[in-house]
């Protein structure tokens, strides 16, 4: 049986070209296309849900990660993926946190799309420079032993304050703040800060 995909996206040339690939594509098929969030919400109503949603970040109106947040609570059997040309790392946070399991690019090959879908399909989840994270380690989850200090920086470092923000807020140094990024770094076995945000969150370090 094959993969059933809905996509949301503002841009209808875009929606209708990623839609007409993935149909194309042995293992999936499209069964959703939407343009906003009331759209999409519209035609979940009168549908079975799709495996995987493919949500676009800035769409005019309500944003992706509110759009995902709301699926996350009211359709959590799909797998959600963020679509975007921007790929900066709040972006990438705000949309893992309200629950995708991946972040693509709109810059993407349409092999590697393929590829991606078939690992979220698989695994739950598929990774890429901007999440990069050590995923092989799901099934041990280790217990990591955080001090107070520790723990107060990896709250701060999921939220959108920058590093001198942190430092200023628990009224240390930008180099401590440094070093807690380091430790932490370290401990979580992770290359940047959105792969610490995300493994805080697989390990419910953190609320989101």
Excluded at 19 to 45: E, I, W
Aim: net charge positive.
């Amino acid at each position: 049986m094959k993969g059933t995909i809905g996509i949301v996206d503002d841009q209808q040339l875009f929606l209708k070209s990623v839609g007409m690939y993935v149909n194309s594509l042995p293992d999936f098929n499209v069964t959703l296309c939407a343009t906003n969030g009331t759209d999409l919400f519209t035609q979940l109503a009168h549908q079975l849900p799709p495996d995987i949603l493919l949500i676009d970040v800035n769409i005019p109106g309500e944003k992706g990660d509110k759009i995902a947040a709301k699926i996350k609570t009211g359709y959590p059997s799909i797998k959600m993926a963020a679509f975007s040309m921007m790929e900066d790392s709040c972006n990438v946070m705000k949309m893992i946190k309200a629950g995708c399991c991946a972040y693509l690019s709109k810059s993407i090959n349409p092999t590697d799309l393929e590829i991606a879908l078939k690992e979220i399909m698989i695994r739950g989840y598929y990774n890429t420079k901007m999440t990069n994270i050590w995923y092989h380690n799901r099934s041990t989850n280790q217990h990591i032993e955080l001090k107070e200090r520790e723990l107060q920086f990896l709250e701060l470092a999921c939220s959108d304050l920058t590093y001198q923000e942190i430092a200023a807020k628990m009224f240390v140094s930008i180099k401590t703040v440094d070093g807690y990024r380091a430790l932490l770094f370290e401990k979580f076995r992770v290359k940047s800060r959105v792969a610490l945000i995300l493994e805080a969150i697989r390990r419910n370090l953190i609320s989101v």
